[in-house]
């Protein structure tokens, strides 16, 4: 786990024990659906500055019980956008990165405040920019996350998710991407 991820851990565990205020319960086979919005980070290893964009997706989380659930994600985000094989840089630079991934989370969800970590595996497509064709990688990625529970239906949160491309670490060494979520509830 990067220093980064270490940090931003720490502090959504420590938050969701000073705010929490009151109790909530997950259940078994309770399902989420939900959107998510924010941030891409991507380092290319001939690259001097991090590759910055934006990113969208959606997720779907089904509970096993009140502690680990089953996760499925997926989201497609921006990168780069001047990275063109014209200009002569390196053919290692997309412009684009999708994904589908799916694991499991272990949840401590004790309150109003719910804090989990997980991991996935899944498939990446990097395409466009000075790439000459489109990589389509396996990957794995560690999940960090905070949600608020609004209601029984819905919450919000905030994601981190730190992947490693199984085939190319040392090309790409780090993706990051930082999301704003929201998320509907039922089945319990």
């Not at 990113?55 to 990168?79: I, R």
């Not at 949840?107 to 109003?112: A, H, P, S």
């Amino acid at each position: 786990m990067t220093a980064r991820a270490r940090v931003f851990f720490t502090t959504a565990m420590c938050g969701a024990a000073i705010f929490a205020t009151s109790i909530t319960s997950a259940r078994e086979n309770e399902h989420h659906v939900g959107l998510d919005l924010g941030a891409s980070m991507l380092k290319v290893d001939d690259k001097s500055t991090l590759s910055l964009g934006g990113g969208a997706g959606a997720h779907y989380v089904y509970g096993f019980n009140d502690t680990f659930n089953l996760m499925v994600e997926g989201s497609a985000s921006l990168v780069a956008l001047k990275e063109d094989r014209e200009s002569y840089t390196p053919l290692t630079r997309p412009i684009s990165i999708s994904h589908l991934a799916a694991g499991v989370a272990y949840t401590l969800d004790v309150m109003t405040w719910v804090p989990y970590i997980g991991v996935l595996a899944g498939g990446f497509v990097l395409g466009g920019g000075t790439l000459d064709h489109t990589l389509v990688l396996p990957g794995g990625q560690l999940a960090v996350g905070l949600d608020y529970k609004l209601s029984h239906h819905w919450a919000v949160g905030v994601a981190y998710r730190q992947t490693l491309f199984l085939l190319k670490t040392s090309t790409y060494p780090s993706y990051s991407n930082l999301f704003a979520r929201i998320e509907y509830a039922w089945g319990w």
